[in-house]
């Protein structure tokens, strides 16, 4: 069972990447925002978490840096709606304005907008990957020892907590 | 963007986080570099006011009427003059007093920032509050002192008085704001628009504009501590000494009067308000002063004075016309200097021989000759003598006494004699008489301040040319057209040179007769402080936490009881709404056309699966279920053809499922088996799906009224769908999340960072308790 969904964690994450990196470019053009791209990253997250246990994958995932993640994405979010004050419109005003060219680069357009599903984006996975860090962490705790994580990692999808 | 108010405000709302990032990086970084910054402020702000002010006006949400304006007028530029000078000084003797201060209580001196920090924020939001021409920027910006003052008192944290002080001084002056947001909704209500300057043209006299100002008033006069809510100023003495004397001299309790001189065209048309002014300034006057006779600690001396000398500014407001109006602004700017002075005076003092009490102090002049002389400039300008800058407060102040009648003469002569008294008391009691306790160590940066705020209050006496123009342009704010203010001694007698000097009279009167009146005195005031308007604050504060803790007993002990009153209150209202406004048209029932069996059976699995919550007892399997039910309601969504909705959905669904399953791990083993037994009393046994049943039928009723009716000729989703492809998307939704109610997710994303920060609190508190 572990053996079988390590390999389908390792196989399965370039691809979740990919799609929600698409999720992401296409959001403006396509079905999909940054917040589904940011939940489709945290199931990759979560994923690892399950395959090899959360020791493990706090070390090859940046989890530290979730909560600054989310903080840094609001901001990208605040500057991307509030830039307009500066020039002298009402927030949310975004550049380019209505109907005025857009800078193309396939079928990503740059547009403040954009900027802001990027923020929501980052706020979506930071939040997601922090709340799955701290549960894991409370759950199997540091004592539990090193290699302990896949067991505990199976004790919870399969909650051996039935009775 | 115009420079003139840009820079200074900049400059004193960057100054707090710079400060900050100062104090991060070398904690003795952090008094220099606050100090320079509150400098600079000072210094932009004089150049700004000296090149004729200016206006900076952006769009905010110009739809709701709302601009970010801020202006540098006459009013403004004596409060935040004020606010970042003496705030500088202040500033160069926390450099000093408060590594010593956190010495002596025993702390780290990496707190220090944190001072430096508030202070600045009080400094920032104080210069963005007599800028601020637009209602709710106002309310923004008291709001930031009032907190920022919450810290600055109770920056002693380990000492429960420190506490109690700052969230008195926080209620008192937190809730009384209130009253200033209610009132400026008022005024937008009536006269249509938030902006000071539409306001100030637009208002008419009426009930609207007496409710309302007298809302702005009371909110005003909380701040100025004037009575009966004075008390909680006396308490915040419990702050360092250069909390004490920046907030209590030309910051938090000025922005009060500032506030009142900022609405003064509007109070002026109100005379109910103008009598209240008129009333609570002539009771903060005689109480505060009475009360600052008896008192025995040096800082409640100033605090009760402080309130008195507020009291004599409002007087004036209270009195209104020109000379009035000249005279409380000047009164402002003489009195912050002075007090403030004093105030680190009294620091100084007690930093040098760590005694707090009159009684053990006295004879310092010698030990002291510098302090001794700095802070009885400032005692002389409070008081009045000729050569200060006070005698021509007294004079502009006894002179629109007299303008307005006998009466009012009597209360001022009261209030300038029991000045005289008490300050010469705080003095003597200092400086002079029998020797008190020993001088330990001195300090030359805690003795410069008080000379540097001698220094004005001195050359304003030879030549107050040099203020009058500030505090004319200030008082020509509040009369509505520009004022010329011209003082001078004149050896004359005229009504006002025989008003100070019949208070020197009785003053010298009442001082050389001090053991007569003394005891009585006392006496008298014990039953004022005891049983004052805080024994009330007390009381409610009382009754109100027995108020939260019922209704936290009622509804925290029991999730069932929770559940309950949410379901049926969404019931009744469900059900009320729906009598009241019942559905337009009629209920329709139609069958499913067989095209849409898919939705039909991806709802039928739902329902299913939504069934079969009641009776599983596992709660693995119930969360298995409960996730069935939300991947069910996915797969309408996409039969309905809204593929946006229907990912969310799905990646909602399975990332709450798998969370979900995580968190069951957290829960004590026992919930799981249900090995408690329920309480299964009889009457209780249909309480459950009674009450389930009920907020189920609300629910439904609402469905089925909402989707049953005829879709809206027009609707704001066609605007969207035009709209779309100018706003340069080829996806309606994510433009509506993105652009069109960009700011409905930002409050959304907003809301998610704070809950993040929630659940780290919460289950790092658990592991930590654990």
């Known amino acids: 069972m572990t053996a079988m969904i ?40 979560l994923l690892q978490y399950m395959a090899y246990g959360y020791k493990h994958s706090a070390r090859i995932w940046p989890v530290k840096y979730a909560p600054q993640l989310a903080f840094s994405g609001l901001l990208i979010a605040l500057l991307a709606s509030f830039q307009s004050l500066l020039r002298g419109e009402a927030f949310f005003s975004h550049v380019p304005a209505p109907d005025a060219e ?36 409370a759950s199997w705790g540091e004592d539990r020892g090193q290699d302990s994580g896949t067991r505990d990692q199976e004790s919870v999808v399969m909650g051996d907590r039935e009775r | 963007m115009p420079l003139i108010p840009t820079v200074p405000l900049l400059l004193a709302l960057l100054a707090a986080p710079l400060a900050l990032l100062a104090g991060a990086w070398r904690p003795h970084w952090a008094a220099p570099v606050s100090a320079s ?76 920032p944190r001072f430096f920090f508030f202070l600045l924020l009080f400094m920032g939001a104080m210069v963005g509050l007599v800028m601020a021409q637009d209602l709710l920027l106002i309310f923004l910006f008291w ?92 308490r915040a003495m419990a702050a360092p000494t250069p909390v004490s004397a920046y907030l209590h001299s030309a910051a938090m309790v ?61 007087f004036m407001l209270g009195i209104g016309g020109k000379v009035a109006l000249q005279a409380a602004a000047f009164y402002v700017l003489a009195h912050a200097l002075c007090k403030s002075g004093l105030f680190l005076t009294a620091g100084a003092v007690t930093e040098a021989t760590h005694k707090k009490e009159l009684a053990e102090l006295g004879g310092l002049r010698g030990e002291m000759p510098w302090l001794a002389f700095g802070s009885g400039v400032l005692a002389a300008g409070l008081a009045a003598l000729p050569l200060t800058i006070g005698f021509f407060k007294d004079e502009l102040f006894f002179k629109a006494a007299y303008e307005h009648g006998p009466r009012y003469v009597a209360a001022a002569l009261l209030g300038t004699v029991l000045t005289l008294v008490y300050i010469w008391r705080f003095w003597s009691g200092i400086f002079l ?30 030549w107050p040319g040099l203020f009058t123009p500030l505090a004319g342009a200030a008082a020509g704010v509040m009369y509505g057209e520009s004022l010329d203010l011209h003082v001078a001694y004149h050896f004359a007698a005229t009504p006002e040179n025989l008003l100070a000097l019949s208070t020197y009279a009785l003053g010298a009167l009442l001082i050389v007769g001090q053991r007569f009146w003394a005891g009585p005195a006392a006496r008298l005031a014990a039953p004022i402080v005891r049983y004052g308007p805080e024994q009330w604050y007390h009381g409610s504060l009382a009754w109100l936490n027995r108020l939260s803790q019922r209704a936290n007993a009622f509804d925290i002990r029991d999730l ?78 996409a039969f309905l053809g809204s593929p946006d909705v229907a990912l969310v959905a799905v990646l909602v669904e399975t990332v709450l499922t798998l969370l979900m399953l995580g968190a069951l791990v957290l829960f004590p083993d026992d919930l799981f088996s249900f090995s408690s037994p329920l309480p299964n009393k009889p009457s209780l046994r249909w309480r459950n799906p009674l009450i389930a049943l009920a907020g189920g039928l609300g629910m439904f009723g609402l469905s ?67």
């Open chain 1, 102 to 137: 857009v800078i193309k680069l396939g079928s990503l357009e740059l547009h403040t907008a954009v900027l802001f599903d990027l923020g929501v984006f980052c706020v979506v996975v930071g939040f997601m990957v922090h709340l799955m860090s701290l549960i894991a962490q």
């Open chain 2, 560 to 637: 069932r009881w929770r559940m309950a009153t949410i379901l049926v209150a969404m019931a009744l209202l469900l059900g009320l709404s729906m009598l009241l406004v019942p559905p337009a048209q009629t209920w329709q029932f139609a069958l499913p056309a067989l095209s849409d069996l898919p939705m039909v059976l991806a709802l039928g699995l739902s329902l299913f699966a939504a069934l079969l919550v009641l009776p599983v007892r596992n709660m693995f399997t119930l969360v298995l279920a409960l996730s069935t039910v939300g991947y069910g309601l996915a797969a309408v969504y």
């Open chain 2, 704 to 770: 089925w009224s909402l989707l049953g009716s005829e879709p809206a000729a027009e609707s704001v989703a066609d605007r969207y769908l035009e709209l779309a492809e100018a706003a340069h998307a080829g996806d309606v939704v994510t433009a509506i999340l993105a652009d069109f109610r960009g700011l409905d997710t930002m409050g959304e994303i907003s809301v998610i960072v704070l809950a993040l920060l929630a659940v780290t609190s919460l289950l790092q508190w658990r592991r930590s308790n654990s």
């Open chain 2, 143 to 234: 709001d930031i002192t009032a907190i920022a003052s919450y810290y600055l008192i109770g920056y002693d944290r380990e000492t429960a008085d420190a506490r109690t002080s700052a969230l008195m001084a926080l209620l008192v002056t937190g809730i009384s704001s209130v009253l200033f947001l209610i009132g400026a909704f008022i005024l937008a209500e009536a006269y249509g628009s938030f902006s000071m300057p539409v306001l100030l043209e637009q208002a008419t006299a009426g009930p609207m504009l007496t409710t309302a100002t007298l809302l702005i008033a009371i909110a005003a006069l909380a701040k100025s501590a004037q009575a009966p809510l004075h008390f909680w100023l006396p």
């Open chain 2, 37 to 112: 910054l509150a400098a600079a402020t000072f210094a932009a702000l004089l150049w700004g006011w000296w090149n004729g002010g200016g206006s900076l006006d952006l769009a905010w949400a110009p739809a709701w009427g709302l601009r970010l304006h801020f202006s540098l007028d006459g009013l403004a530029a004596l409060y935040a003059l004020l606010a970042s000078g003496v705030g500088c000084l202040v500033l160069i003797y926390s450099a000093s007093y408060l590594p010593a201060h956190l010495h002596h209580d025993g702390r780290s001196q990496k707190e220090a």
């Open chain 2, 433 to 462: 008489g029998k020797k008190g306790a020993d001088v330990e160590h001195r300090s030359l940066l805690l003795t410069l301040p008080v000379l540097l705020l001698a220094l004005p209050v001195l050359i304003g006496g030879l």
């Open chain 1, 6 to 45: 390590r390999t389908m964690a390792q196989f399965l994450l370039l691809p979740i990447l990919i799609v929600s990196a698409a999720i992401l470019v296409k959001g403006y053009a396509d079905t999909g925002d940054g917040f589904s791209a940011g939940v489709v990253v945290s199931t990759a997250v």
């Open chain 2, 254 to 314: 000025a922005a009060g009067v500032f506030l009142l001189g900022r609405f003064y065209p509007l109070i002026a048309l109100s005379p109910v308000t103008q009598n209240l002014l008129l009333a609570i300034g002539i009771l903060s006057m005689a109480l505060g002063g009475f009360l600052a006779l008896s008192r025995g600690v040096m800082k409640q001396i100033l605090a009760y004075s402080t309130i008195a000398q507020y009291g004599y500014v409002v």
